[in-house]
């Protein structure tokens, strides 16, 4: 369980490195736009398997907050909203919040 993200991480900087994935998309895709994924996958798994409960609803609740925050800022404090860089914001910050929740569970399963 702990080792899932090393390993994960690995194995797509090997992917990405053989099929040349950053090229194809012109610079676009990066390593944690996919690994967030994952990340979501293995959070779902290991705290369904680790514990009775199961982190995704409250999960799903957090970057749905944080999407509705996002996109209130681009209304009233820039008065205009790019749904690109809205959807490239909020997914780079997914990824920074579903990797805390997933320490967050392993120090968890750890600790109880």
């Known amino acids: 369980m702990a080792l899932y993200p090393l390993i994960v991480f690995i194995a797509l900087v090997f992917i990405f490195k053989f099929f040349k994935l950053r090229h194809i998309t012109n610079r676009k895709l990066k390593i944690p736009d996919i690994f967030t ?17 199961s982190v995704l609803p409250y999960y799903l609740l957090i970057i749905s907050g944080l999407a509705l925050v996002l996109l209130l800022l681009d209304l009233f404090y820039y008065k205009h909203f790019s749904y690109r860089r ?3 914001l909020w997914w780079r910050i997914t990824f920074f919040i579903t990797f805390i929740i997933y320490i967050g569970v392993v120090v968890m399963v750890f600790v109880h």
Request: glycine share 4%.
């Open 37 to 53: 994924i994952f990340l979501i996958l293995g959070m779902q798994i290991f705290s369904k398997n680790a514990t009775s409960i």
């Open 86 to 88: 809205f959807l490239k």
